[in-house]
C-alpha cells in the first residue's frame, strides 16, 4: 500500500530548495533528447513546464481540450500576479510572501512548498518581462504594483485587468517556439480520459479526438497532469465550460491521492445570480477592492425598498450605508481574504440586508471618483466597467456594482510530494489541479504565481530526478496490455454513457447536481447537510446512469458526450467533497462548518485534532475511499488564530 | 423574446452545409447570445435531434473561443464585445437572426458553427514570441521601458486571436491579428533584438497558409472585439519594409 512521503528535504527552510537542487539526480542532454513526457493542460503550468522542458530537450507531448492553447482557463485570471520582490520599498520579502500564504491558506499547507513558491515567484516577473509581458509601470519606466487581499504590502504585478491572459499568452509563445523547434508536439481539442500504468509506473494516456472521435494511445516515461480545477463541479463558477476535474479524477481512480477536496474557493466579487438560464457566473478582480467599498444598507426597511425596486443605492444617504467589511475588520477593511469577504457577504444577505436579488451586495467606487478623479478609476478598471456594463447593462461610474460570491477555484486536488509527484511514481500534478501550496484559502494573485512557479521552476528540476532513473528504459510502446485494455475501459465507458437513452439533457442533470453541491457543499455547511448530501449523491449517480440523454455518435464531435463524461465524474467529486467536509470537524480557510465558530462568527480552527492534510485513497467503485493524514509541522511560523481585524 | 433563428448545419468538414431555421420563444433580454443557443440546444435535445455545435469556453470575453457571423457581422451587432459577451437585449422581439460560421478559406468549418482556427497558431509557431529560455534572464526592472510604450504594447497584446479580423475582410487577411503581435514586441526593447527575424517569418506563414492581402479597408478594426487598432499595420508595414531592406 502506497504510503504518505512528502519528501520535504533536510535543512533550514530557506535553504531546503537550494539544497535539494545541489543534491538531486539530473539527465544528460543526450539521455534527455530519448525520453518522453506527456503534460495535459496548457494553462500556466501545463505551457510553463512543457516549453521549459522542451528547452531542456526532452520530447514532450503537450494535450488540451480547447482548439488552441492560448485559450486555456488561466486566461481569464484578471488582477495580477504576486512576487516578493519590495520593488515598493514597503517591507515585503521572501519570508513575509511565505507568512502570508500560510496565514492566509488558514495554516492548513506545507511551508517547505509554500517557502519554495515564494522563493522562486521572484524569478517569474524576471522570465514574464524577459518574454514581453506588457506589466503595468511607473512613468519611470519602472514595474507598479497594487495591493491585494491578505497582505499589507503592494506586492502585485499585473498588466490591466488582463494580467492572466498576459502571462498565459508569454507561456504560450515559449510553448509556440517549441512546437516551432519540435522539441514539443501540440495535441489540440483532445481530451484524456485514462492514465495507463505499467508496471505501477505512469506509462501514457488514453486521450479522445474531440473533432473525430477517435480514442488515442500516448506513450511516455512520465506523466504531468495540468489540467487545472474541479469547481465546475458547481455548475455555477466562474471557471471556463470546459474546465473540468476528470483527469484529475482519472488519476485518482489509479492510485494518486486527492487531498483536501473539500477546500474549495468561493471569490467575494462575481456579478450575481440573475436567472435560471445563466450558464456562468463572471468574476469582477478582486483588485476593485483597492478602491472600491463594499456595503449593504444599514436599515432592512431599505434594503427591502431597494429590492422591491422603490429606492436606488444613491438615494442611501452616508450614514445609512454599513460599511461592514470597515466595520468588523478595521485592519484590514475591503482587502480580507477571500473567506472572510465571501462569508460576510452571505451573513448580511442571509440577515435581509441584501440587495438587487437579495442576494447581493454593493461595491462602490464614489469615494474612489471623488478622490482620484473619473480618469484615473478609468484607467485602473476600464476594462472591468466596461465587462460589468455589458453583462447587467448599469454603469459603475454613476451606480454601485452588485456583486455576490461564487465558486472560482480549488485548493484541494491531487496529492504531491515536494517534488510535485502524486502517489502514483512518474505521474506529476502541478498548479490548480494539485493541492499544493494553498491550505484552506488560496490568496489573490497567487493562483497565476504557483501555476508559472510549477510549470517554470519546480518541475523542470524535480522531474529530472525521477527521469534519471529512466534512462535505460526504451521508449514506451503503445501496444502493451495495459494500453489495450485502458482503451477497452474508455470506449466501454463512452458506448454505456451513449446508451443510457434517458431523458435529461446533460446541462439540465448538471444544474440540478450543482445547486445542490451549493446549498450542501457551499460556502457554509453542517454535519446534517453532509450526510445529506452523501446520501443525496449517491442516489444522484444512480439518476444519472440510467437517465442521461445523449444524442449523436461517440466517432463525431459530440460535446454532449463530452459534457456528460466530464458530470458524471463531477458527481464523484462532490460526493468525496463531501465526505472530506464531514470528515473535518472545524472551520477553516474556505471550508466553514457552522457547527464550528467563534462568538463573533468566524471560523474556527482545531489544530490539535485536523492540523492535517487529508489525503484519499480510492479504493474501489462500492468501497469507501480510505483517509490517509500527513500531519503539518510549523516550525518556522506561529500558529495563530487568523485575524484581520 | 420570440426569435427566428437560421443557423448553418453542416455534418463535418466534408458535408455540405446548409441553413436550417428553428423558433425560441421566452428567452430573456438579460440572457446572453449562446445562452439563448443553450436554451435552443435544450430543445433540440427534447427532440432527440443533434444540438448545435459551436466553440466557447470562458464565456467572459477573454479566451476568444467563441466567434459566430451573426446577421453579417462578426460578433453581432454591439460594438468591441466577443459573441459570448453579446447579450439578447440588442435585438428585438420577432426578430430573425442569422448564424454563420467564420467563413474564410484558412479557417475551413469543421462542424456547424464551428471552424478550424489552427492557421492561427501556425503563424505564432512560426515566430510570435521574444526567444528566451526559461531561466538566466536580467532582473525585471533592469529594463525601464516608457510607460506610453508599454502602454501600446498592452493595447496590441489584447488581442484574443478569435478571428473576427479574418472573418470581417473581405479578402480574409489576417493582418491585424499578424500586427498585433508583431507591434506588441516591436516597441519593446526585449523585442527589438529579432524584430526583423520575426516579422519576415509570420508574414512569411501568413501568406503561405493562404491568407489574403490588406487593402485597408478597416473593416477588421471595427469589427475587433478587442478594439485592436489599424495603425498596429501600419507599423507591421514599417517593421516588414525596413526588415525587408536592411
Known sequence: MATLNSKIPDGPLAEKWTNYKAIQKLVNPANKRKLDIIVVGTGLAGASAAASLGELGFNVKAFCYQDSPRRAHSIAAQGGINAAKNYQNDGDSVYRLFYDTIKGGDYRSREANVYRLAEVSNNIIDQCVAQGVPFAREYGGLLDNRSFGGAQVSRTFYARGQTGQQLLLGAYGALSRQIHKGTVKIFTRNEMLDVVLVDGKARGIITRNLISGEIERHAAHAVVIASGGYGNAFFLSTNAMGSNGSAAWQIYKKGSFFANPAFVQIHPTCIPVHGSFQSKLTLMSESLRNDGRIWVPKKQEDAEAIRAGKLKPTDIPEEARDYYLERRYPAFGNLVPRDVASRAAKERCDAGFGVGTGLAVYLDFTDAIQRLGKEVVEARYGNLFQMYEKIVDENPYETPMMIYPAIHYTMGGTWVDYELMTSVPGLYSIGESNFSDHGANRLGASALMQGLADGYFVLPYTIQNYLADEIRTPKISTDLPEFTEAVKNVQDRLYRLMNIKGKQSVDSFHKKFGLLLWDLVGMSRNKEGLQKALKNFKLLKEEFWKDIRIPGEPEEMNPELEKASRVADFIEIGELMARDALNREESCGGHFREEFQTEEGEALRNDKDFMYVAAWEYKGPDKDPVLHKELLKYENIEVKQRNYK | ?246
Not at chain 2, 478594439?227 to 536592411?246: D, G, Q, V
Request: hydrophobic share 40%; glycine share 6%; charged share 25%.
Open chain 2, 1 to 246: 423574446m420570440d426569435l427566428t433563428l437560421k443557423i448553418w448545419r453542416q455534418e463535418n468538414a466534408r458535408a455540405k452545409g446548409k441553413f436550417v431555421t428553428y423558433q425560441v420563444t421566452d428567452i430573456s433580454p438579460d440572457s446572453s447570445f449562446l445562452e439563448m443557443l443553450d436554451v435552443l440546444n435544450q430543445q433540440i435535445i427534447d427532440k432527440l435531434e443533434k444540438p448545435v455545435c459551436f466553440d466557447h469556453d470562458c464565456r467572459e470575453g477573454i479566451c476568444g473561443a467563441c466567434g459566430l457571423y451573426i446577421n453579417g457581422r462578426p460578433h453581432g451587432p454591439d460594438s468591441a464585445v466577443t459573441t459570448c459577451q453579446l447579450h439578447m437585449r440588442k435585438f428585438k422581439d420577432g426578430d430573425t437572426i442569422v448564424i454563420e460560421p467564420w467563413r474564410a478559406k484558412p479557417f475551413p468549418i469543421i462542424k456547424d458553427l464551428v471552424a478550424d482556427r489552427i492557421a492561427f497558431d501556425k503563424i505564432i509557431h512560426a515566430g510570435g514570441y521574444i526567444s528566451v529560455n526559461t531561466g538566466g534572464v536580467p532582473d525585471a526592472n533592469a529594463i525601464p521601458i516608457p510607460r506610453n510604450l508599454a502602454e501600446i504594447s498592452m493595447d496590441a497584446a489584447a488581442c484574443i486571436g478569435c478571428g473576427a479580423c479574418v472573418a470581417a475582410c473581405k479578402n480574409a487577411s489576417a493582418m491585424l491579428f499578424v500586427a498585433a503581435k508583431v507591434s506588441q514586441f516591436a516597441v519593446l526593447p526585449q523585442g527589438k533584438v529579432e524584430a526583423s527575424e520575426r516579422v519576415k517569418a509570420m508574414v512569411a506563414k501568413m501568406d503561405e497558409l493562404g491568407f489574403g492581402s490588406c487593402t485597408n479597408t478597416g473593416a477588421c478594426e471595427a469589427e475587433c472585439p478587442k478594439e485592436i487598432s489599424l495603425s498596429h499595420i501600419a507599423r507591421l508595414n514599417r517593421e516588414f519594409y525596413t526588415a525587408k531592406i536592411c
